[in-house]
């Protein structure tokens, strides 16, 4: 005898669209779950880092994997009289001693208000490129650092292809009620990952 056949009736259909549905949300759940895993992974992997940089505390934030060593040093130069106090921080890659980032904290015994300017702050973020780089050109523009207006650039065609970055900034002159008297130069061979992580959450007190 010949196997009757039996079309599929409403109740086949209403269940297989209700398996489907169940397995989309299943799936849909899971990747929601990897999404959110990452992130919390990623936001686990920075800390916000505090350093002495003579009379400065010098934060930022910092990826937990890249380990680095620190250094300070101190130099006093003198300018048309006007005394120059600096403070320098330099981090050390563990793994990688040719990726630094250097941060120099100049306070000065008498300020002159074009110390500040746009302009003034340019030509140091251009000049300290092709000091320390040996650059053969820069493009420095207006950014922000820490929050606060200043220059931020990199260099092009650096000695031995290096990454060269820098930033330059007024650290007192945000508010009106603090008189500006000290400059900070950012210098960074690190990578632009690391570098924009450090500028844009540094905080110097």
Same mark, same amino acid.
């Given at each position: 005898?010949?196997?009757?056949?039996?079309? *599929?009736?409403?109740?086949?259909?209403?269940? !297989?669209?209700?398996?489907?549905?169940?397995?989309?949300?299943?799936?849909?759940?899971?990747?929601?779950?990897? %999404?959110? *895993?990452?992130? #919390? &992974?990623? /936001? &686990?992997?920075?800390?916000? +880092?505090? /350093?002495?940089?003579?009379?400065?505390?010098?934060?930022? !934030?910092?990826? =937990?994997? !890249?380990?680095?060593?620190?250094?300070?040093?101190?130099?006093?130069? /003198?300018?048309?009289?006007?005394? +120059?106090?600096? !403070?320098?921080?330099?981090?050390?890659?563990? /793994?990688?001693?040719?990726?630094?980032?250097?941060?120099?904290?100049?306070?000065?015994?008498?300020?002159? #208000?074009?110390? *500040?300017?746009?302009?003034? %702050?340019?030509?140091? &973020?251009? #000049?300290? %490129?092709?000091?320390?780089?040996?650059?053969?050109?820069?493009?420095?523009?207006?950014?922000?650092?820490?929050?606060?207006?200043?220059?931020?650039?990199?260099? %092009?065609?650096?000695?031995?292809?290096? +990454?060269?970055?820098?930033?330059?900034?007024?650290?007192?002159?945000?508010?009106?009620?603090?008189?500006?008297?000290?400059?900070?130069?950012?210098?960074?061979?690190? =990578?632009?990952?690391?570098?924009?992580?450090?500028?844009?959450?540094?905080? +110097?007190?």
């Amino acid at each position: 005898m010949l196997p009757i056949y039996q079309p *599929a009736t409403v109740s086949d259909h209403v269940c !297989d669209n209700d398996e489907g549905r169940t397995v989309n949300r299943i799936v849909l759940f899971m990747v929601l779950l990897v %999404l959110v *895993a990452n992130v #919390s &992974a990623g /936001e &686990a992997s920075v800390s916000h +880092i505090s /350093e002495q940089c003579g009379r400065w505390t010098v934060s930022f !934030d910092w990826s =937990d994997t !890249d380990g680095y060593a620190k250094s300070v040093s101190q130099a006093d130069n /003198e300018d048309n009289r006007v005394k +120059i106090y600096t !403070d320098t921080l330099t981090l050390t890659s563990d /793994e990688d001693p040719v990726k630094t980032i250097k941060i120099s904290i100049m306070k000065y015994s008498k300020w002159n #208000s074009s110390l *500040a300017e746009q302009s003034n %702050l340019m030509n140091l &973020a251009n #000049s300290t %490129l092709i000091k320390s780089g040996s650059c053969k050109d820069t493009r420095v523009s207006s950014g922000e650092v820490g929050g606060n207006p200043g220059m931020v650039g990199s260099g %092009l065609e650096c000695r031995n292809g290096q +990454i060269m970055n820098v930033a330059v900034y007024c650290v007192d002159g945000s508010s009106l009620a603090i008189a500006p008297s000290t400059l900070a130069i950012i210098l960074s061979t690190y =990578d632009q990952d690391s570098t924009d992580r450090l500028v844009n959450s540094i905080h +110097i007190e």
